[in-house]
């Protein structure tokens, strides 16, 4: 949400500043710039990624219209599901192979919605715990295979606002672009007349000023925003990964927990009492 609320401070100081100071917003309205503009950008795009990142980038976009990352509720619901599923591997591991083979058809899984829709996590949790289960692992070599498995996936997701950027440097050139072809446009109105010549002139340079508007006011924030997002989804990841290893390590579940809660971010960490509390109930649940 703060990000169209962003987007529209970003046009009404600018429109609104050229109004107050004298301007007419008409003289912006350059549909043509913007075909020059929008056209060779997205044209590049295509151009330099694939039909997959493509499709994630749409996603990704989208996805900055909703809160990164799990929240305080989010974050216990975590802390839930790891210690079930820890409790059950730790009773009889072999009862896990269903819930970790099939997450969206395990009764474990569908008590948690708000984890369950982070697909990379769950995926992250199954796989390392199939490991678990089909043979045991040195806690020192498990870490390593968790973090080549985030290191991959980081390296992936961090491609889109990669390409974000790109192509939002490439805004302020392809502006210049349209400016040079209206000057071209209007050296051939040369005969007529000043008024004529100034308005062409200044239709060429506003796509300057488009491209560049466009550039450090929208795809440069929104890159910053997709990046962000993706740290924050990540995080979910070291809090998996630091309750397996403890797990590897043959420790309770409730500690395994309480190593993944401290590496929730403090801003939206439950306290232990919170976790402890919400752990039991689950515990008690499942007696």
């Known amino acids: 949400m703060l990000v169209i609320v962003g987007f529209i401070v970003v046009f009404v100081s600018v429109f609104g500043g050229f109004?107050?100071?004298?301007?007419?917003?008409?003289?912006?309205?350059?549909?043509?710039?913007?075909?020059?503009?929008?056209?060779?950008?997205?044209?590049?795009?295509?151009?330099?990624?694939?039909?997959?990142?493509?499709?994630?980038?749409?996603?990704?976009?989208?996805?900055?219209l909703k809160p990164a990352g799990p929240d305080k509720a989010g974050w216990i619901d975590w802390m839930k599901l790891l210690f079930e599923l820890l409790k059950a591997a730790k009773a009889n591991p072999l009862s896990l192979e269903p819930h970790v083979n099939e997450p969206e058809k395990s009764d474990i899984f569908k008590k948690y919605p708000t984890a369950l829709h982070n697909h990379h996590a769950i995926h992250f949790l199954c796989d390392t715990m199939k490991v678990q289960?089909?043979?045991?692992?040195?806690?020192?070599?498990?870490?390593?295979?968790?973090?080549?498995?985030?290191?991959?996936a980081h390296e992936e997701e961090l491609?889109?606002?990669?390409?974000?950027?790109?192509?939002?440097?490439?805004?302020?050139?392809?502006?210049?672009?349209?400016?040079?072809?209206?000057?071209?446009?209007?050296?051939?109105?040369?005969?007529q007349g000043k008024e004529v010549i100034g308005h062409s002139v200044a239709a060429a340079l506003v796509g300057t000023f488009l491209g560049i508007l466009i550039s450090y006011g929208f795809m440069q924030p929104l890159s910053a925003k997709i990046e962000t997002n993706i740290n924050d989804e990540g995080k979910v990841m070291n809090v998996i990964k630091s309750a397996?290893?403890?797990?590897?390590?043959?420790?309770?579940?409730?500690?395994?927990?309480?190593?993944?809660?401290?590496?929730?971010?403090?801003?939206a960490r439950p306290t232990f009492d919170e976790v402890d509390k919400a752990t039991s109930s689950v515990g008690s649940k499942a007696a």
Do not use: W
Request: charge should be negative.
């Open 19 to 64: 109004a107050l100071e004298g301007g007419h917003l008409e003289v912006l309205f350059q549909p043509i710039e913007l075909l020059i503009i929008g056209g060779a950008a997205a044209g590049s795009l295509l151009i330099g990624s694939s039909p997959q990142l493509i499709k994630t980038m749409i996603t990704m976009i989208i996805g900055t």
């Open 133 to 152: 289960i089909s043979s045991a692992m040195n806690p020192y070599d498990l870490e390593d295979l968790m973090d080549q498995d985030i290191a991959a």
């Open 159 to 191: 491609r889109v606002p990669a390409v974000v950027t790109r192509t939002g440097d490439a805004m302020p050139g392809l502006g210049i672009v349209a400016a040079v072809l209206g000057v071209v446009i209007t050296m051939g109105k040369l005969s």
């Open 244 to 267: 397996l290893i403890a797990f590897a390590k043959d420790l309770s579940p409730k500690v395994c927990v309480e190593f993944g809660r401290r590496t929730i971010p403090p801003s």
